[in-house]
Nanobody, 117 residues
Framework: QVQLVESGGGLVEPGGSLRLSCAAS????????MAWYRQAPGKQRELVAQ???????IYADSVKDRFTISRDNDKNTVYLQMNSLKPEDTAVYYC???????????WGQGTQVTVSS
């Protein structure tokens, strides 16, 4: 059974930084596409960043040049380094894992990120 556990969220002032971590278990991590999504109150969940098993990366336009996704296959962990945070980045951030396009994804429980002065 695939499990994802996020950590690293919290309260930060505008312009600050946070690093989210997602520890995965119950899977051959290196073979999975991993991603971070977020959901703000009253809004739909949206893709923030994705990294494939081959290392290809995509970002939402709103976070390009500020966020960096990375993975450590030895530690079964995916990271999201968030810099220059803005109030509009406030959301619950979810880790996502998927093996194949036709397979069901696995979601973490989410971690709250609040950007406020």
């Amino acid at each position: 059974q695939v499990q994802l556990v996020e950590s690293g969220g919290g309260l930060v002032e505008p312009g600050g930084s946070l690093r989210l971590s997602c520890a995965a278990s119950g899977l051959i991590f290196s073979r999975y596409r991993m991603a971070w999504y977020r959901q703000a109150p009253g809004k739909q969940r949206e893709l923030v960043a994705q990294i494939t098993d081959g290392g290809s990366i995509i970002y939402a336009d709103s976070v390009k040049d500020r966020f960096t996704i990375s993975r450590d296959n030895d530690k079964n962990t995916v990271y999201l380094q968030m810099n220059s945070l803005k109030p509009e980045d406030t959301a619950v951030y979810y880790c996502y894992a998927r093996r194949f396009s036709y397979s069901s994804p696995t979601w973490g429980q989410g971690t709250q990120v609040t950007v406020s002065s």
